[in-house]
T-cell receptor
Framework: RKEVEQDPGPFNVPEGATVAFNCTYS??????FFWYRQDCRKEPKLLMS???SGNEDGRFTAQLNRASQYISLLIRDSKLSDSATYLC??????????????FGTGTRLLVSP | EAGVAQSPRYKIIEKRQSVAFWCNPI?????LYWYQQILGQGPKLLIQ????????DSQLPKDRFSAERLKGVDSTLKIQPAKLEDSAVYLC?????????????FGNGTRLTVT
């Protein structure tokens, strides 16, 4: 089983739609979780961290389910500019200097007019 | 604050040639990572440094890849000799130590094409 798994998509949605991505992880000792956004031919950039209590940033909501070992990202009212690849990142290990950060393969989102 | 600096942006070499990439992390970031990203895949960790020590290099093809961070600041990644399958984007990232929720900060990456 892969350490971090994502549905590669692509997810094709119209503008204004709500779309959700899931990401599963295999290591129950994982400590921190992130969603990164990667535009074509660009470097990944932090979208949001995923806290145990869940968190929201505008149209984006992230949730963590430790019991089932998955994290989710919900995008409401999709915009054309949301088209990108969304990467799930999971850390494992102790001190941050020694934490390994593992990326999923990414989920591609295409928002159409 | 200045971001992670990488050079060169692009490199085209023939197989069996050697190549080196350079990275300067964000000032004060003790942890530095080199990732390899092949088209259509997520970044794969090659090597992780904490200051000038190697924390994880389990996925580094050590017969051809090497990396160093001698003074605990900037780092170089070398491939010698290159193979066709090394064509990828090489991403350097740095992270603040001591905070579990500290995110990765990436450089622009070096796009390597091996012909």
């Amino acid at each position: 089983r892969k350490e971090v798994e994502q549905d590669p998509g692509p997810f094709n949605v119209p503008e204004g739609a709500t779309v959700a991505f899931n990401c599963t992880y295999s290591n129950s000792a994982s400590q921190s979780f992130f969603w990164y956004r990667q535009d074509c031919r660009k470097e990944p950039k932090l979208l949001m961290s995923v806290y145990s209590s869940g968190n929201e940033d505008g149209r984006f909501t992230a949730q963590l389910n430790r019991a089932s070992q998955y994290i989710s990202l919900l995008i409401r009212d999709s915009k054309l500019s949301d088209s990108a690849t969304y990467l799930c990142v999971v850390s494992k290990g102790g001190d941050t200097g020694f934490q390994k950060l593992v990326f999923g393969t990414g989920t591609r989102l295409l928002v159409s007019p | 604050e200045a971001g992670v600096a990488q050079s060169p942006r692009y490199k085209i070499i023939e197989k069996r040639q050697s190549v080196a990439f350079w990275c300067n992390p964000i000032s004060g970031h003790a942890t530095l990572y080199w990732y390899q990203q092949i088209l259509g895949q997520g970044p794969k960790l090659l090597i992780q440094f904490q200051n000038n020590g190697v924390v994880d290099d389990s996925q580094l093809p050590k017969d051809r890849f090497s990396a160093e961070r001698l003074k605990g600041v900037d780092s170089t990644l070398k491939i010698q000799p290159a193979k066709l399958e090394d064509s990828a984007v090489y991403l350097c990232a740095s992270r603040q130590t001591g905070k579990v929720w500290s995110p990765l900060h990436f450089g622009n990456g070096t796009r390597l094409t091996v012909t």
